[in-house]
């Protein structure tokens, strides 16, 4: 029997009130898609499934960046601007690789984003902190999902640009946003080329004051970069742009930009195979994750590992045979 943890309500009064966009009722739900307890999960599947035919209809933005390029201030004001422009719902939701080891979130900070937090069209979700990375991913998936149901029209996925999270972010989004610094010493500033191949645009923060000229360089300089990527299937040319979040300048051209992006390419189909492409990632990844979790869960493997890593901790065996003997433990071989 799966012990019944307190406070949870009936699968139809979370379906009911994420269905009426109710966020408080959203957050329980969220609460539920984060747990580890195995009630929880049930619960949250349940819900997950009776919501999935109303989910899909937002548009989805990964947004990137080194830390303190910018990033909350951007999305602060960036989010501000086009509920102001567009009166449409947003949710901003992350993905932190750092936050397995600190526990920290890059929203976790009550104070990052105060205004929006405050705004009645945003809703704001920290990342989940003591997961795996693809485990981090899976429960922001679902999260973003559950948001969608509640009428959230446009979701933000932010992510620090430190290597590792910005392949699931973009496999989860439909436009990628990179932000990056101007004349921070070396021009791509550890932003990983493969980074910059996945961006959909590249807008330049902080360009006011004494920093604008450089900004302005920076961006003829990324422009040229660029143009020796190969063009994306759809023909879309990354733009490059300027921006200060601070004084609101350029914000709401990047809004545009995006628009016509979305434009092009749901008149081109190509927004639908990239979502078409992106189940099958998802699919395969949710096998994985489930699979992991299933794995180490059972006792004759929790039992094994602490054996084999007290062997190779004494130097008894190597690392390969005490992996295989673990994995016996559920893998048949021959
Ligand atoms: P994050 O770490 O990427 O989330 O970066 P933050 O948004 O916290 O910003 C880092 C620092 O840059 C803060 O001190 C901000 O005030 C500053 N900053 C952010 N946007 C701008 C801008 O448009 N212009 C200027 N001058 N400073 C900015």
Known sequence: MVPFPKGRLEPEQYIEGILQGNVVILSKAITLVESSLEYDKKLSKKILEQLLPYTGNSIRLGITGVPGVGKSTFIENFGLEVIKKTSKKIAILAIDPTSQKTKGSILGDKTRMERLALHPNA????????????????????????????????????????????????????????????????????????????????????????????ALVAKTEYE??????????????????????????????????IEEYFKISKEKG???????????????ETIKNELLEYFYK???????????????????????????????????FK
């Open 123 to 214: 809703y704001i979700r920290p990342s989940p902190a003591g997961h795996s990375l693809g485990g981090t991913a899976q429960k922001t998936r679902e999260t973003l999902l559950l948001c969608e149901a509640a009428g959230f029209e446009i979701i933000f996925i932010e992510t620090v640009g430190v290597g590792q999270s910005e392949t699931l972010v973009s496999e989860m989004t439909d436009f990628f946003l990179l932000l990056m610094l101007a004349g921070a010493g070396d021009e791509l500033q550890g932003i990983k080329k493969g980074i910059m191949e996945m961006a959909d645009m590249l807008v330049i923060t902080k360009a006011d004051g004494e920093n604008k000229h450089k």
């Open 270 to 284: 190509f927004f639908d195979k990239k979502r078409k492409e992106q189940q099958l990632t998802w699919l395969n």
């Open 298 to 332: 059972q006792d004759a493997v929790k039992q094994a590992l602490e054996n084999a890593k007290n062997a190779v901790n004494e130097g008894k065996k190597d690392a390969i045979h005490a992996a295989q003997e673990v994995l016996e433990k559920i893998i048949h």
């Open 224 to 257: 040229g970069a660029l143009h020796l990527f190969r063009p994306s299937e759809m023909g879309w040319q990354v733009p490059v742009q300027t921006c200060s979040a601070l004084q609101n300048e350029g914000l709401s051209k990047v809004w545009e930009r």
